[in-house]
Structure formats: structure tokens, C-alpha cells
């Protein structure tokens, strides 16, 4: 009886693959993206992105050892890769104060107030975006002027961004330069600059398969063909904003997105219609966060009826 042997049912599966292993993924994806806002924004950029980690981790910390008297969570890396994706989602001028409350906002309201990793139903780092940018639409929109202002924080010069001013009607699509959008040299959140950096993520994580290719690339698909078909300039709606930021490291969340490849298609299509309607139609120039998070939210319903195939069930056949 010394010697018990535990049974369980198959599939019995083992893997190298730990929640501290894909976050590190993630956050060397995010490298790239890192540097560029570093090199184009300089001092405001270091400044934000080292207060949000140090934000979000000392939140969850917290929150996790003295409010639910749990073993706190931090050496998963998951709050440290919370407060990166929140302060690329942020201007590089934003006052210390304000990344710290939607560092509160991000991991209290937004990952443990629903019982930590794995049980929220929204990506913690766009739920802190939005509630900054519903409580402070000033300064969440003001953007700093890239590298001009490498040396400044929050007496940086700013100005609109390409979204901004097409909603305003300043600038007409063939004055704009995608090669600048692409190299990140336009105003914007940290993380919109710099389309290629991005890309060079994505590619990271198909490599490693931290990710796959149907949510990405259903939410740039369909947000390119929705807007040659209403006479938008589509590559100015894919290279500017938060685009690529919320396709590849936003929407692909684990907990928050589909499990089967049918619910990720349609959940990333969703995002990428919704996404456009907004900017089009609605009053805020970006409508990505929004996009992402109402697609969160209709998660579970797309798992529900769109359910993968059992281990070891064929295919239906007629």
C-alpha cells in the first residue's frame, strides 16, 4: 500500500510548456515593439513602461497576499507582461499617477476581481486602457510628437495622431507616408508605432507556436476587406492605431478568446468589423480596445456553440 499508483483518464499528456513559459514568450515578442517606443519617445517612454510593470506587479501582489490572503502569483510573469501591454497602450507623456491607477484598475478590477489568471473574462491590460481613457480623455489622447521629444516627459510637444486627423478631416489619405506609419514615425500609444517591430513579434510567436495565425490574421483580413468595400484607405487603417498591437498580442489572450479554430475566425472577423465601424462611424478616431472587449465578452457564448472536436472523435460526416 506504500506504493499507490494514481489513475486517470486519457489523454495523458506531458509538456515542457508552463504559464511562465508563455509569458516570457510573449514579453520577448513584445522586445522589439519596446525598443522602437524607446527610440522614437525616449525618457517618457522608459518612465511609463517601468512604472506600469512595477505598477501592476506591486498590485497583484497586494491584492493577492493581503486581500485574499492567497500565496501571491507574481513569479508566473503574467503581471509583468499585464503592465507592459497596458503602458504600450498608453502616450508617453502620461502622468506617473495616472499609469498607477489604471495599474489598480488592470489587475483589480480586470484579473483578480474575477479570481486571477484564468478566470477573467476580459484582457486586464485593455480594461485598464479604457477606464483611463473614459476618466482622463485628455491626456489619454494627447499624443507625444515622435523623437523630437526623445528628452521630454510630460512638457512634451503633442499632436494628433493619423486617425485623429482623418476624423477631423486635417489631412487626406494620399498625404500620408506608410512607410513612416510602418517605421513607427507618427504620433500614437507607444505600442502603435513601429509596424514592423510588431510583425517581428508575430512572427516570433507563430515560430515558437506560443500563438496561431487565425485570430491575427482574421482580424487584419477582415478589417483590409471591410474597408476597400466602404472606400477607406486600408492600408492606413491597418498600420496606424492599435491595429497589429491588438491582433497579435491583445485579442490572442488565452483566457479571453475562443478555443476552437472556427470561434478564433470568427472572433477575430468580429473584432476587425467592429474595430472599423467605430473609427468610421463612431466618435473616438481608434476602436480596437473597444473592438477587443466587446468580442471578450460574447467568448464564452462562441464556446458554447462552437466547441472543438473531442480527443479522439472523427470528423462529421454527412
Not at 509583468?80 to 478590477?109: D, E
Request: aromatic letters at 8%; one cysteine or more.
Amino acid at each position: 500500500m506504500d506504493n499507490l499508483i494514481t489513475i486517470s483518464p486519457s489523454p495523458h499528456a506531458q509538456t515542457p510548456t508552463t504559464v511562465s513559459r508563455l509569458m516570457l514568450h510573449v514579453i520577448i515578442a513584445l522586445v522589439p515593439a519596446v525598443l522602437f517606443a524607446l527610440y522614437y519617445f525616449g525618457i517618457g517612454a522608459a518612465i511609463v513602461i517601468a512604472t506600469s510593470i512595477v505598477g501592476c506587479i506591486a498590485a497583484e501582489y497586494l491584492i493577492t497576499r493581503y486581500m485574499l490572503g492567497r500565496k501571491p502569483s507574481i513569479g508566473n510573469l503574467s503581471a509583468v507582461l499585464t503592465g507592459l501591454l497596458l503602458a504600450l497602450n498608453l502616450p508617453s507623456n502620461i502622468p506617473v499617477w495616472m499609469v498607477l491607477i489604471g495599474c489598480v484598475v488592470a489587475i483589480g478590477i480586470g484579473k483578480m476581481t474575477f479570481g486571477g489568471l484564468g478566470c477573467n473574462i476580459f484582457n486586464p491590460a485593455l480594461v485598464g486602457r479604457v477606464f483611463l481613457l473614459l476618466s482622463f480623455p485628455v491626456a489619454m489622447t494627447t499624443w507625444p510628437e515622435p523623437i523630437v521629444n526623445r528628452m521630454a516627459y510630460t512638457d512634451a510637444t503633442t499632436g494628433a495622431t493619423i486617425l485623429g486627423q482623418l476624423k477631423q478631416n486635417l489631412i487626406t489619405p494620399d498625404q500620408i507616408n506608410l512607410l513612416d506609419a510602418a517605421l513607427g514615425n507618427m504620433g500614437g500609444s507607444m505600442g502603435e508605432v513601429g509596424a514592423i517591430a510588431l510583425l517581428l513579434g508575430f512572427a516570433y510567436l507563430l515560430c515558437f507556436r506560443v500563438i496561431t495565425w487565425h485570430i491575427p490574421v482574421a482580424i487584419i483580413g477582415t478589417a483590409a476587406l471591410f474597408s476597400l468595400c466602404i472606400g477607406a484607405p486600408v492600408g492606413v487603417e491597418i498600420l496606424s492605431g492599435g491595429m497589429l498591437l491588438g491582433a497579435i498580442f491583445m485579442a490572442t489572450d488565452y483566457v479571453t478568446s475562443p478555443m476552437s479554430r472556427s470561434g478564433m475566425l470568427l472572433y477575430g472577423a468580429m473584432i476587425g468589423i467592429i474595430t472599423i465601424i467605430i473609427r468610421q462611424w463612431g466618435a473616438y478616431p481608434e476602436g480596437m480596445s473597444f473592438a477587443i472587449l466587446i468580442m471578450n465578452g460574447v467568448t464564452p457564448l462562441i464556446n458554447r456553440y462552437m466547441k472543438p472536436r473531442k480527443f479522439g472523435e472523427g470528423r462529421a460526416t454527412a
